[in-house]
């Protein structure tokens, strides 16, 4: 049996982390499929971190953390961002201890500031009405940006990142809203919320928050150059050769990622005073959105050509569409892709073989160096590579012998409910 801590905590402040043997062994054994961009880790800025799992006679999981080319080196984390803010969001709502308010309670978005918009209501809900759970619904099935925006602005750009700061994750910044360009002070007035009960009768109301946070200093930059809106509106984007500087975007580090992933997938992992304050209905909410598939969800509804089974499962998946490949196999996760960058956080259960593991994984796939032009290497490089790497871990993982086997039961869901 391979040695391990009970609860092992995810390195979360090192320069950087020892390269495993037994990491670094599967993926130069995997030449042929992970040669080009294991040998050019630094240009790729690839990142991964392997956690295997063993339960003992109480089912308890005890964790032993593996790493490849883990530093602090800068991605831009993209979606990734939504699953902290997602399970905050739900902490948020506990923490307020307001009769009436919870994940299911009508909330309204109202506009107080410039850049500011309104949600007053959603046709793809059941009730018609927004709601903190659709949203997290939304950001889990198909990572809708709208949808995390709104969890944002109702946390608010101060408590959010103190709170991530209050979880160890030091260094964290997540400062502005997704795919909308607003300015700093834009983001950081987030808008007024009220919660409404089903007669329209109001609940709570919260103003519009204006955070005044103190940026830590960065310096974080990428590529040689980058695409710019020109000013003369008929000649088009113009290069600016030089790197794109990412200082004033978000930042959250993969073992911070990986962490949460933890956490969220074993509660009981968590210990001290920093503890999620989150219930089991909670957690048992984020598990079956995090492993539904889009095109298994009613409320929301996302019938295909545009979505696919896969289509937010990289891990294992690629960009892989069709059919579910194996009814066996569930994929936890959260991804993320954006300028070039490519991540995934992933929790993989087999149900039948008994196997379960993590792993994420984040990489630059840009191999001219501009960005915003939109021409990435995802399809080339990206999405292969993490298809690649799922299957080999899960390959391993599948064979590699546990005095106990996991029970599972309580992440077998009714995804047509």
């Known amino acids: 049996m391979i040695g391990y801590k009970t609860f092992e905590k995810i390195p979360l402040s090192e320069n950087k982390v ?9 993926l130069t054994q995997n030449a042929d499929k992970f040669g080009s961009v294991v040998n050019n880790k630094d240009s790729f800025r690839l990142q991964i971190i392997f956690t295997q799992i063993d339960r003992d006679e109480k089912n308890r ?15 831009y984390p993209a979606s990734t961002v939504k699953l902290p803010t997602a399970v905050l969001a739900l902490e948020k709502l506990n923490n307020l201890k307001l009769k009436g308010v919870d994940a299911r309670t009508t909330m309204l978005t109202d506009s107080a500031w410039s850049g500011q918009s309104t949600v007053y209501n959603d046709p793809t809900s059941a009730t018609g009405k927004p709601s903190v759970e659709q949203y997290i619904k939304k950001i889990l099935l198909v990572s809708d940006n709208d949808a995390f925006n709104r969890l944002y ?14 979880l160890g994750f030091k260094d964290a910044q997540i400062l502005h809203r997704l795919s909308i360009p607003l300015t700093q002070e834009q983001n950081r007035h987030t808008n007024p919320v009220r919660f409404i009960d089903a007669n329209g009768n109001l609940i709570f109301t919260q103003p519009m928050k204006y955070s005044d946070m103190v940026y830590q200093p960065r310096y974080d930059v990428a590529g040689r150059g980058y695409m710019e809106a020109g000013k003369d509106y008929y000649k088009g984007d113009v290069l600016v050769e030089k790197p794109m500087d990412f200082s004033k975007k978000n930042r959250v580090r993969l073992p911070y990622l990986h962490q ?8 009981e992992s968590q210990s001290g005073k920093g503890k999620l304050n989150l219930s089991a209905k909670d957690y048992s909410f984020l598990h079956k959105y995090m492993s539904m598939l889009p095109t298994e969800s009613k409320y929301p509804n996302y019938p295909g050509p545009d979505y696919w089974p896969a289509y937010c499962k990289f891990m294992m998946m690629g960009s892989q569409k069709g059919d579910w490949p194996n009814n066996n196999i569930r994929i936890f996760n959260k991804v993320g892709d954006a300028y070039g960058f490519l991540i995934d956080v992933a929790y ?5 073989s008994k196997t379960e593991f993590m792993v994420s994984c984040s990489m630059l796939c840009n191999s001219d160096g501009i960005f915003n032009d939109d021409k ?11 298809k690649n790497l799922g299957e080999v871990l899960y390959q391993y993982e599948k064979t590699r012998p546990r005095k106990y ?13």
């Open 260 to 267: 949460m992933l933890q956490w969220v997938m074993f509660p």
């Open 405 to 417: 086997a996991p029970d599972l039961s309580k992440l077998v869901f009714d995804y047509s409910k």
């Open 153 to 166: 602005e109702f946390i608010g750009q101060a408590p959010l990142n103190d709170r991530l700061h209050q």
């Open 348 to 352: 993989i259960v087999d149900f039948e």
């Open 18 to 26: 020892a390269d495993s043997k037994l990491l670094t062994d599967l």
């Open 376 to 386: 990435y290497d995802y399809e080339t490089i990206g999405f292969p590579f993490m």
């Open 61 to 75: 999981p005890h964790f032993t953390s593996h790493f490849f080319h883990v530093t602090d080196q800068y991605f």
